[in-house]
């Protein structure tokens, strides 16, 4: 079989819809775990991983690589920014002492 043989060519066809029951992005699917975690620990070090890993995943995103009942990179974007924002919204708000709760007192450090 000669592999210069012409009538042996065939027209490359890309598919409609990829069928793949395997196409699952690690990245995408470890980012959304940062980004619950955040959520739950306020660690404010784990949301900047989650941010890279959601921007990963929706400059990564495909439609042949996207099943039909998968979860669009979109919200993995979307739940990494309210990680962050839930991570550093207890740095911004201050909040009065409750009533008979005396504020702590700095001590000198002479």
């Not at 395997?22 to 949301?47: E, H, K, Q, Y």
Request: aromatic share 8%.
């Amino acid at each position: 079989m000669d592999p210069r043989d012409s009538s042996l060519e065939t027209r490359f066809i890309i598919p409609q819809t990829w069928s793949s029951q395997d196409n699952v992005d690690g990245l995408a699917t470890s980012g959304m775990f940062l980004a619950g975690l955040i959520m739950v620990t306020r660690n404010r070090i784990l949301a900047w991983p989650s941010l890279i890993l959601g921007l990963s995943a929706w400059f990564n995103q495909h439609p042949l690589r996207t099943k039909e009942t998968g979860t669009p990179p979109i919200s993995n974007l979307i739940l990494a920014c309210f990680a962050l924002v839930a991570a550093y919204l207890p740095l911004l708000l201050r909040t009065a002492p409750a009533a008979g709760q005396t504020p702590l007192r700095q001590v000198p450090l002479n």
